[in-house]
Protein backbone atom coordinates (compact mmCIF):
# COMPACT_ATOMS: atom_id res chain seq x y z
CA UNK A 1 0.00 0.00 0.00
CA UNK A 2 2.90 2.36 0.80
CA UNK A 3 4.19 2.04 -2.30
CA UNK A 4 1.33 2.45 -4.20
CA UNK A 5 0.69 6.06 -2.54
CA UNK A 6 4.34 6.65 -3.39
CA UNK A 7 4.26 5.80 -6.45
CA UNK A 8 0.83 8.17 -7.23
CA UNK A 9 2.59 10.88 -5.08
CA UNK A 10 5.52 10.68 -7.51
CA UNK A 11 3.64 10.45 -10.37
CA UNK A 12 1.50 14.01 -9.40
CA UNK A 13 4.77 15.47 -8.26
CA UNK A 14 6.03 14.53 -11.83
CA UNK A 15 3.58 15.97 -13.72
CA UNK A 16 3.41 19.16 -11.87
CA UNK A 17 7.19 19.58 -12.26
CA UNK A 18 6.99 18.96 -15.90
CA UNK A 19 3.93 21.97 -16.19
CA UNK A 20 6.30 23.95 -14.75
CA UNK A 21 9.50 23.21 -16.36
CA UNK A 22 8.25 22.11 -19.72
CA UNK A 23 10.53 24.61 -21.73
CA UNK A 24 13.49 23.14 -19.77
CA UNK A 25 12.43 19.59 -20.63
CA UNK A 26 12.37 20.68 -24.49
CA UNK A 27 15.82 22.01 -23.76
CA UNK A 28 16.80 18.92 -21.79
CA UNK A 29 15.49 16.57 -24.50
CA UNK A 30 17.07 18.80 -27.46
CA UNK A 31 20.16 18.50 -25.92
CA UNK A 32 20.00 14.63 -25.77
CA UNK A 33 18.76 13.45 -28.23
CA UNK A 34 21.90 14.02 -30.57
CA UNK A 35 23.83 12.41 -27.40
CA UNK A 36 21.37 9.55 -27.78
CA UNK A 37 21.97 8.83 -31.55
CA UNK A 38 25.93 9.59 -31.34
CA UNK A 39 26.22 6.80 -28.25
CA UNK A 40 23.86 4.60 -30.63
CA UNK A 41 25.62 4.82 -33.45
CA UNK A 42 28.85 4.73 -31.95
CA UNK A 43 27.07 1.13 -30.58
CA UNK A 44 26.03 -0.04 -33.80
CA UNK A 45 29.16 0.59 -35.39
CA UNK A 46 31.21 -1.52 -32.43
CA UNK A 47 28.63 -4.73 -33.26
CA UNK A 48 28.60 -4.67 -36.97
CA UNK A 49 32.78 -4.52 -36.76
CA UNK A 50 32.74 -7.11 -34.42
CA UNK A 51 30.42 -9.34 -36.52
CA UNK A 52 32.62 -8.62 -38.90
CA UNK A 53 35.72 -9.74 -37.67
CA UNK A 54 34.03 -13.09 -36.64
CA UNK A 55 33.07 -13.56 -39.72
CA UNK A 56 36.31 -13.21 -41.05
CA UNK A 57 37.75 -15.74 -38.36
CA UNK A 58 35.28 -18.41 -39.60
CA UNK A 59 36.76 -17.70 -42.75
CA UNK A 60 40.12 -18.53 -41.99
CA UNK A 61 39.49 -21.59 -39.74
CA UNK A 62 37.77 -22.98 -43.58
CA UNK A 63 40.92 -22.64 -45.23
CA UNK A 64 43.06 -24.74 -42.38
CA UNK A 65 40.76 -27.67 -43.04
CA UNK A 66 42.28 -29.61 -45.66
CA UNK A 67 45.56 -29.29 -43.98
CA UNK A 68 44.28 -31.16 -40.65
CA UNK A 69 42.87 -33.90 -42.86
CA UNK A 70 46.66 -34.58 -44.47
CA UNK A 71 47.98 -34.65 -40.93
CA UNK A 72 44.95 -37.07 -39.80
CA UNK A 73 46.05 -39.04 -42.39
CA UNK A 74 49.82 -38.76 -41.34
CA UNK A 75 49.05 -39.45 -38.37
CA UNK A 76 47.03 -42.87 -39.01
CA UNK A 77 49.54 -44.37 -40.51
CA UNK A 78 52.17 -43.65 -38.44
CA UNK A 79 49.55 -45.46 -35.65
CA UNK A 80 49.29 -48.78 -37.96
CA UNK A 81 52.80 -48.60 -38.22
CA UNK A 82 53.66 -48.43 -34.40
CA UNK A 83 50.83 -51.01 -33.99
CA UNK A 84 52.72 -53.51 -36.47
CA UNK A 85 56.00 -52.59 -34.54
CA UNK A 86 54.09 -53.69 -31.03
CA UNK A 87 52.94 -57.38 -32.87
CA UNK A 88 56.38 -57.90 -33.68
CA UNK A 89 57.97 -57.12 -30.46
CA UNK A 90 54.73 -59.82 -28.99
CA UNK A 91 55.57 -62.44 -31.34
CA UNK A 92 59.47 -61.83 -30.30
CA UNK A 93 58.85 -62.22 -26.60
Known amino acids: MKTLIGGA ?47 WKKEDTTVDVPNETESVEQYKEEVDKLKKEIETLKEKA
Open 9 to 55: VGAVLGLIGLSVWFREFLQLLAGSVPIMLLLGGALAFYLGFDELKDK
